[in-house]
């Protein structure tokens, strides 16, 4: 039964992923559009789906894991920030190395997503919302 929950929580995440994936890839899109610094694009774009990311995975995801008001809720939502701040790390990085070498911002973007969906996933669900 516990391994359905998780499956289940996982789909949820991936969902939640996909939404706030569109908020930071559409944000990217648009400001490279707009000839701004691809790792730039990459980090505005990666800190606004952050804050889709907070609404949906402890509204939809993490539900009976939401930690109640007061210290413990700020403490949990630091904990998000700090995942956040990894998954931001990763991505701001693999876009700049792809970008100084050569490769489509976009095409080190991508590889950002998937490191980066690991990477907040396994820190989310051991460690912010357990």
């Not at 998780?6 to 559009?33: E, I, K, N, T």
């Not at 990459?42 to 210290?71: D, K, P, Q, T």
């Not at 907040?120 to 669900?125: D, E, G, H, K, N």
């Amino acid at each position: 039964m516990f391994q359905r929950i998780a499956d289940v929580r996982l789909v949820r995440y991936l969902l939640a992923s996909v939404g706030a994936l569109a908020v930071d890839v559409g944000s990217f899109l648009a400001l490279l559009s707009l000839g701004m610094w691809p790792a730039g694009a990459s980090a505005i774009g990666y800190c606004l789906g952050i804050a889709a990311h907070w609404l949906m995975s402890s509204r939809a995801v993490f539900i009976g894991n939401v930690a109640e008001r007061g210290v413990a809720r700020t403490k949990q939502k630091a904990l998000f920030v700090i995942s956040a701040l990894v998954g931001l790390g990763l991505t701001t990085a693999i876009v700049w190395a792809g970008d100084t070498s050569g490769f489509d911002p976009r095409l080190a973007k991508l590889v950002a997503i998937a490191v980066s969906f690991i990477a907040t996933w396994l820190l989310r669900s051991r460690v912010v919302f357990r």
